[in-house]
């Protein structure tokens, strides 16, 4: 009789899972369980009684489980780089940042922000000014863009001076305007 792990659903709590058991069942499966695993990934990163190197490997856990619930669709996409650079924010904060990683890099979590943003700064400023009166489709582009800087403010003090610093400080303004 094949168990629920075999079957693509987890059979007792993920929670007691080792960080290989969980890997697996990651690699292995699509779909919904992702998430729980992705979370549970999560928790077990900011356990603070790990080392930062354990408590590392669980967030990348969790940023696996998060890439691999990508289906194609735009919201799904903006909810799965807004956890990607929420989590990796947390640990260039709460763990510091390491150049070596690119998951890690306070650089590389710059360029990724910006590379998922359709707008500059000064085209979202220009429709926030009248989002209520833009179609659903745009208001929620613009949510979209909030969500997706909601962690630049505090990156930028990881960031040395320069334009991707300037322009990411641009959005900590224009964030305030979007609905």
């Avoid at 489709?137 to 962690?151: G, S």
Wanted: charged share 25%; with cysteine; net charge negative.
């Amino acid at each position: 009789m094949r168990s629920g792990a075999d079957q693509g659903e987890p059979d007792s709590d993920l929670n007691t899972w080792t960080l290989d058991r969980l890997e697996a069942f990651i690699l292995g499966t699509r779909g919904p369980h992702l998430e729980s695993a992705r979370v549970v990934a999560q928790g077990q990163a900011y356990h603070d009684g790990r080392p930062g190197h354990v408590r590392r490997q669980w967030a990348k856990l969790s940023l696996l489980a998060n890439r691999r619930m990508l289906d194609g669709t735009g919201g799904c996409s903006v909810r799965v780089a807004h956890q990607d650079f929420m989590l990796r924010m947390w640990v260039i904060d709460q763990l510091g940042p390491d150049d070596g990683d690119r998951d890690w890099s306070p650089e590389a979590l710059a360029s990724d922000t910006l590379d998922a943003l359709t707008f500059s700064p000064a085209q979202a400023a220009d429709l926030a000014g009248g989002w209520r009166d833009l179609p659903v489709e745009r208001i929620r582009e613009l949510r979209w863009h909030k969500n997706l800087t909601a962690h630049v403010e505090r990156l930028v003090g990881h960031l040395v001076p320069g334009p991707v610093r300037e322009l990411l400080v641009a959005w900590i303004g224009v964030r305030r305007l979007l609905p």
